[in-house]
């Protein structure tokens, strides 16, 4: 008779070591590793294939496209990395910004004047992004490119384990407390492109919530990014944080844990594209109330 698999039932994790207790991090290998771009080899491949691609159409005939060793360069990246043998994988990263600059220098000579006016908008702005995307570094401060057909995004950390970063746009969101006849309804949303730290958009927000409920807010229950707000003076008592001790009876208890119910509101309203463009676009996006059925 065959044994039994063994599963993992989740009771040895209290007893298991944090992978930094487990790792030297002043280690070489660790040290190299914070050194090296991981999330952008990728996105100059693409920025490449793309620029090719459009410089085709255009009728410019490239002094050569890499198409075939730019995919074994960063075959060869990803295996390095792999294996953590992070200085060959450096010099694969760098064969990888030279075939980029390469195509870019080489269709910037051909552009001028020489393709109809709908290609050359387009190179433009393609070159322009493979620019940015090419000159970014690791660690450089202000806005960076981690999608070519959407620049806009942003990095937002998470702050969890398992989720520690999305990509996107910040939007705020904010339902009524009590579970509405109708369903759960959003009373406001409101996009906050620049990545703004969750306190220091309660200045902005509460006044916009008020005029479109046309109504004083009486109570805010709020998630625990919100410690540090710049909430109005007025509003100082009325602000509850999850996981709040002082100021807090048994009724507000009550509706901290209530607080959550704002969560598959949050999951339904992601499933609702917005397709306007750009940074622009987001911040178009507008307040509207959206009954969310059982």
Known sequence: MRPKERRETGQTDLLRSR??????????????????????????????????????????KLRQSYGRVGKFALIKQQRYAHAKQFKRANRALKTLRTYLGRVIRDIARKLDGNVGLLHEIALDRMLTLARRVLDQKQHQRGPKVY????????????????????????????????????????THVKALPGNPYDGHTLKTVLPDMEALIGNVIE???????????????????????SGQKRRVSSKIKRELRRRSAVEPVIGHLKSERNYLWHRHGDERMRPAHIPQRD
Not at 36 to 52: K, M, P, Q
Not at 224 to 241: C, E, L, S, T
């Open 147 to 186: 999608s070519l057909h959407a620049p806009e995004v942003e990095c937002i950390g998470k702050g969890k384990a398992h989720w520690p970063y999305e990509f996107g746009v910040k939007v705020s969101v904010a339902t009524t407390l009590s579970h509405a006849k109708g369903g759960q309804f959003v």
């Open 219 to 241: 109570r805010m229950l709020l998630d625990k990014g919100y410690r540090g707000h710049n909430a109005p003076p007025d509003y100082k008592f009325r602000v509850f944080i």
């Open 19 to 60: 992978l930094d207790a487990i790792i030297d991090m002043n280690h070489a290998l660790v040290k190299l590793s914070r050194t090296i771009d991981w999330s952008f080899f990728e996105l100059l491949n693409r920025a490449r294939e793309i620029l090719v691609r459009l410089a085709k159409g255009a009728g410019i």
